[in-house]
């Protein structure tokens, strides 16, 4: 006999018992027809043959040649039915036939129910993962993209803050070191969110940092990278985003906007909102982008934001709004804008306030005085910036992509060319080393890179789990023994390594084994 | 970057080894192919042509030096050209320098 689920087709097959004639394609009940709630009222085995009803199923049914069918019910719910073609011995289905067939059809039924919760669920659970995994993914892209260090250049402060709504955000920001003491900043927003999301997000910073070294004014850095996103990101989807310079000396900013929140600057009390406008990008080929110049006093403050807070509705449904957002910069205290706007705004949302939108805020202030900027920031100008943080997994091959991704990171750094390529070959080398023999090549394993920037030095960390194997020594390779036959042709990594970089340095606590490649930028 | 290929062709006495894509672990058994291949056609010298190849990393190294330990052994002398000066310095921090010929272009390869 044959199982069938409910709006499933139902495969009759022949009794074991009193083989009774194989039936062929399955027939559905649906919900609407009347046989659906005549066999849940009937409960027990129906004769088709008696049955006088106004049903699609029914006729289907007799079509197929059913005789007999008998219900799968469980917990008042139609599951399926088994269906039964005559007897081939041609008698009636007895009553004892029908009290058997009543009795397997309560075993079966509450099975039938349970395989489809467990179906069910296997489904439901394989859809949260897929999705969580994206929003992982999504998140670790992101993670890797925001600075993990503020700049802080002598007579300034800057601060940040972004909370992501749901793990998974839109926006970002970034602080990209240009020439002559000048430093370039970002405020964007990318639509939608999600694994799709965090690539726009990639490719639109890295665009911005290549423009940022190739234009000469926020307007065209803007408009270069419009045109390249234009073509680059998918329809539908677009990126706001403020791009400023900061000259570091002077206190002037100019700035261009692609459809981004206003920055706000808060001078003796007053806050004044400075107004540049332009299409987001993404959008449409050609923008031109308007740019704004102010300069910063001393103690004064330029705040950058991001929707999430304007647009964060609190219990009464009421929206935070900019007045707020600007009445309460004006009132904030000196040197801490932020903290002050993250107070009032989570006073004003609630405790139960589940985050609609990501929120950044990025803070810009000079100096009060010589003695503020001394105190404050003294030993501060040593502050190494972390262009890079990121972990792989230990597969054989992946040393390139740390390569190429380290090398990414340090593009606004300006090496010359052939350093640039010793720098990247020592890189590709520690990697190697890290995934083979650090980690013995096993994708369960990460190799963690940090990428960090101080003055003229770059300074990359390989970590692998490989610790506790004794210090590594690179000794220069006997060519002559090798040619030789005497020993093996391979052993040139670490040699290479050292012969690349202005230092290499290896660090081991026991567990993990740390090589650390330092490089200065040298004469062009 | 693409998968590393080697083809051996005669040029008088001398066979050349044009390689193309990634000189790394993944490129050992075309390579030592290639090179058995290169042994077996010709008596004169070998000259491997870097001039397609991405990437040398130390175990592509390995793999060139192997190579040679097995040329040295036949008594065949081995050139190579095509390389960027990124490499080219390479070779010589590695000592191969001393022990193959390092030329600008096949036509200097070729000539002596």
């Given amino acids: 006999m044959a199982i069938l689920k409910r709006r499933s ?96 059809a309560a075993q079966v039924a509450p099975a039938v129910k349970v395989a489809n919760l467990v179906k069910q669920q296997k489904v439901e659970t394989q859809q949260r993962e897929r999705i969580e995994q994206e929003l992982r993914v999504a998140a670790l892209i992101q993670q890797t993209l925001l600075p993990k260090e503020l700049p802080s250049p002598p007579g300034w402060q800057i601060d940040a803050y972004y909370r992501p709504a749901r793990a998974v955000g839109g926006d970002f920001y970034d602080f990209i070191p240009l020439a002559d003491g000048r430093l370039g900043f970002v405020v964007g927003d990318v639509t939608d969110k999600g694994v799709p999301a965090a690539l726009v997000m990639a490719t639109t910073r890295s665009h911005l940092r290549a423009a940022a070294q190739r234009s000469s004014t926020p307007g065209a850095v803007l408009a270069d990278a419009n045109e390249i996103l234009v073509e680059e990101i998918p329809p539908g989807m677009f990126v706001t985003c403020l791009f400023g310079v900061l000259d570091v000396d002077s206190g002037e900013v100019v700035f261009a906007n692609a459809g981004h929140n206003l920055p706000y600057v808060r001078r003796s009390g007053d806050v004044i909102e400075l107004r540049a406008t332009g299409m987001p990008l993404g959008l449409m080929p050609g923008m031109k982008y308007d740019e704004v110049t102010a300069t910063l006093g001393a103690g004064e403050v330029m705040l950058l934001s991001s929707d999430g807070i304007v647009e964060a509705h609190g219990p009464g449904g009421e929206m935070f709004g900019f007045e707020t957002v600007q009445s309460t910069v004006g009132q904030a205290p000196d040197d801490d804008v932020i903290g002050h706007l993250l107070e009032r705004f989570d006073a004003f949302v609630g405790t139960d306030h589940e985050p609609e939108d990501d929120v950044t805020l990025v803070s810009i202030r000079r100096a009060a005085g010589a003695a503020e900027s001394a105190a404050v920031f003294a030993g501060s100008e040593d502050a190494p910036v972390i262009l890079a943080d990121f972990a792989v997994p230990s597969e054989e091959g992946t040393e390139r992509r740390i390569m190429e991704r380290v090398a990414e990171a340090v593009e606004a750094y300006g090496f010359p060319a052939d350093r640039l390529e010793r720098f990247k070959t020592a890189v590709a080398e520690a990697a190697m080393n890290a995934i083979e023999h650090g980690n013995d090549s096993d994708p369960s394993l990460d190799v963690h890179v940090q990428v960090k920037a101080q003055h003229d030095t770059i300074t990359v960390a390989i970590r692998d789990e490989g610790g506790g194997s004794g210090p590594v020594a690179a000794e220069t390779p006997d060519i002559e023994a090798k040619l030789a036959g005497e020993q093996k042709p391979r052993g040139w990594g670490l040699f290479l390594i050292e012969k690349m970089v202005d230092e290499m340095r290896t660090h081991d606590d026991g567990t993990h084994h740390v090589i650390e490649l330092v490089m200065h930028r040298g004469e062009s | 970057m693409r998968e590393f290929e080697a083809d051996v062709r005669m040029d008088g006495d001398t066979a050349v080894i044009d390689m193309a894509g990634l000189l790394d672990r993944s490129a050992e058994t075309v390579l030592t192919v290639a090179f058995a291949d290169a042994l077996d056609r010709g008596t004169g010298a070998i000259a491997f042509n870097f001039g397609e190849v991405e990437y040398i990393n130390s175990t592509g190294i390995a793999l060139v030096v192997g190579s040679l330990a097995k040329a040295r052994t036949a008594g065949r002398q081995v050139r190579a050209f095509g390389l960027t000066p990124h490499y080219r310095e390479i070779f010589t921090i590695t000592r191969l320098s001393d022990f193959m010929g390092i030329y600008d272009d096949e036509a200097a390869a070729l000539a002596d």
């Fill in chain 1, 9 to 104: 087709k139902s495969e009759p097959v022949p009794e074991p018992a009193a083989p009774s004639v194989p039936i062929g394609e399955g027939v559905e009940i649906p919900e609407h027809d009347p046989l659906h709630a005549y066999l849940l009222q009937a409960g027990g085995p129906v004769d088709l043959e008696r049955l006088d009803l106004a049903s699609a199923s029914v006729d289907a049914l007799k079509a197929a040649g059913s005789v007999l069918i008998v219900p799968l019910i469980s917990q008042g719910e139609l599951l399926g039915t088994l269906n039964l073609g005559p007897r081939l011995s041609d008698q009636p289905y007895s009553s004892d036939d029908r009290r058997l067939l009543s009795n397997l």
